[in-house]
């Protein structure tokens, strides 16, 4: 009896060690291409766009996801740099320069219209990350994944001395195959393009 509940507890503990092991942590890079050109984008923000600090907003701020195996600990995504308000920063600045707009930093801008005078380039924005997360649960054959970016993106407009800004929020669910890395990342930077392509396809 003894040999047996010994045995037991050595093939929980290979188990415990085993799902341990598998337990990570993968960072996600976060792409902003834009699938579509805008004609009118550099007439209403002029050739120079400011991109101030971005706030994240969430509770959560360590992660940007976690997937639920079947069994074994669950594994958990970064954004890829870290913290996710910097990697949308990059993922933003990269898209639209390759749109020919001119990027450049911002640290001056409180938000307002009356500060829109002290700023150098044409228009500035910014945004606030009220939720951005995707969450995967597997079974035996298949994994549902929720994914929900909510954001309020300000942008201030020196033509015209004013701030408009836009809240917007996605939710998607899907059932794949299987959930992998490489998943998540195209379902976020998916989420984000049509987010940022809408806005830019009228920004106000």
């Known amino acids: 009896m003894k040999l047996k509940v010994h045995s037991l507890l050595i093939l929980l503990l290979i188990i415990f060690v085993v799902d341990c092991a598998e337990a990570q942590i993968y960072s996600i890079p976060l792409h902003y291409h834009p699938r579509k050109r805008f004609p009118s984008l550099q007439q209403k923000l002029g050739s120079r766009l400011g991109i101030a600090p971005f706030k994240d907003e ?6 940007i996801g976690i997937h639920f195996p079947v069994q074994g600990l669950p594994t958990r995504f970064e954004s890829f740099p870290v913290p996710l308000d910097r990697a949308l920063e990059k993922s933003l600045g990269d898209g639209l320069s390759s749109l020919g707009l001119n990027i450049v930093s911002v640290s001056n801008w409180d938000g307002t219209p009356e500060s829109l005078k002290n700023i150098d380039p044409d228009s500035v924005l910014t945004i606030e990350i009220k939720k951005f997360w995707t969450e995967g649960t597997g079974s035996l054959f298949r994994s549902h994944i929720k994914t929900t970016v909510q954001l309020a993106i300000h942008l ?4 015209e001395g004013k701030v408009f800004t836009r809240n917007v929020e996605t939710e998607k669910e899907i059932t794949v195959p299987r959930s992998t890395p490489e998943r998540v990342e195209a379902i976020l930077s998916e989420i984000l393009t049509e987010i940022l392509d809408t806005f830019f396809s009228s920004p106000y």
């Open 156 to 159: 201030g407009v020196k033509s």
């Open 58 to 63: 969430r509770q959560e701020k360590s992660y």
